[in-house]
């Protein structure tokens, strides 16, 4: 502003003002109406030139700024908050928004019983111990056998496999506040009672016992029995070396803390093993042709009923057989001896030679020079059981004397070699059919 005076004198005047328009009525948001505790309440209005905020709630909330924020809400901070603006000496209407609800926060927790452990009937019960809450919502592993309510939302569960379980439980409050906790269990089931099989229902010496029951993951196993035995695997074997091995075997299964009822099987008295043995009549020192009956003398142990194999496609079953070969050829003679509760032995004996035809050569000469040609003075006389031969020299004393017919003269005698010239035998047998012989002659032995 200018002012003049008459004289022409003028002074000039400056003041700032604000002209202000009355602002409009705010608007309000709220970040949620209904919260949960401990959440962030967050206010905000839009932006107006020149203006203060000036905000007021439940609690003895104040606030200037245009977009306060209230941390860690509570139940407290429910309520109707106001704001209005101020532009100059010019105010707002006032705007207001209500925060509905805040609900209290949500603790899940349970705890758990285990009810018969180790039992068939064994049971969990998951005790609902949260606060806070509406809505309860309960997670269990697959492999849940059973689900049953139980009081206070808790559950009475049983499971078909052991392990480690995780369970889970989420709580939520009707804003949807939610919890959510975890817990892992080990469940350890009892065993059934395991089934032992075995290889044979009775045992001889010399056997082995071979017990077992079906292998399962996560078990242990624990056998014991007569003479302290022990094991520790599903499958076992036993050589029967006594006959204190016999009795009552046991087995009992380990999951975890649980184990199975025992499992037994009783192994009758081990049985005595016959000892087969045998001779021939005549014996196998013996020069056979065919048709050759041979005895056969049975002198075994322990043995109730008995198998003879004569080597020639013939089997006897006979105690004291009685067989005639028909065929030339050497055979092994094998005798089985069985007893009643299945024990058996084998033994075999042989060479029998049995040749062609009957034969009654015995050979003029002979020369131990070591050529492999005639080296040995052999009497090739057949079907003797019985057989003994006397060489002398020309003095009428004895150089050789044998009973078996397989021990040829080498032309020595006490191992020194005697000179050419001719010697003297005498041979007395009994035939098969028990005749007497006798057969005299002269060799020349040639060096």
Known sequence: MEAKAANGCSVITTQSFIVAKTPEKPAITASDINLCQGDLL???TPSVALATYHWSGPNGFTSADQ???????????????????????????????????????????????????????????????SKNYTKINWSFDPSVKTNVNAAN???????????????TL?????????????????????????????NQPAFCLNDV??????????????????????????????????????????????????????????????????????YTEPSFNVKFSVPAPVSFVNTSKYGDYFEWNFGDGTLSSERNPVHTYQTDGTFQITLTAFSNNGC???????????????????????SPNGDGVNDEFVVGITNLKRYRIQIYNRYGSQVFFTDNIFDN???????????TGVYYYVIFGTHLNNTTVKYTGSVTLLR
């Not at 058996?344 to 002979?366: C, H, V």
Request: proline fraction near 7%.
């Open 67 to 129: 977009n306060p924020s209230i941390p860690n809400v509570g139940p407290e901070h429910v309520g109707i908050y106001k704001l209005f603006v101020q532009v100059g000496d010019c105010i707002s209407q006032e705007n207001s928004v209500e925060i509905l609800s805040v609900d209290l926060k949500p603790e899940a927790a349970f705890s758990i019983v285990v009810n018969n452990k180790c039992e068939s009937n064994q049971s969990f019960s998951f005790i609902n111990e």
């Open 409 to 419: 003269w080498k032309g020595t005698f006490k191992n020194n070699e005697l000179p």
């Open 209 to 278: 016992i071979r017990l077992s029951v079906p292998e399962q993951q996560n078990m242990s196993y624990a056998w014991s029995g007569p003479n302290n035995f022990t094991a520790t695997t599903s499958s076992i074997e036993i050589p029967v070396t006594n006959f204190n091995q016999a009795g009552e075997y046991r087995i009992v299964l380990t999951s975890g803390t649980c184990s199975s009822d025992p499992a037994s099987i009783i192994i009758p008295p081990i049985a005595s093993v016959p000892v087969a043995s045998f």
């Open 42 to 44: 967050q206010l905000s």
């Open 153 to 167: 939302d808790s559950k009475l569960i049983t499971f078909n496999a052991p392990g480690l379980k995780t369970v």
């Open 344 to 366: 058996s032995n084998s033994i075999t004996q042989g060479d029998l030679i049995i040749r062609k035809e009957a034969s009654i050569f015995t050979p003029n000469a002979f």
């Open 170 to 198: 989420t709580i939520e409050t009707n804003n949807g506040c939610t919890s959510v906790f975890t817990q892992d269990i080990l469940v350890e089931i009892k065993p059934e009672l395991p089934e032992i099989t075995i």
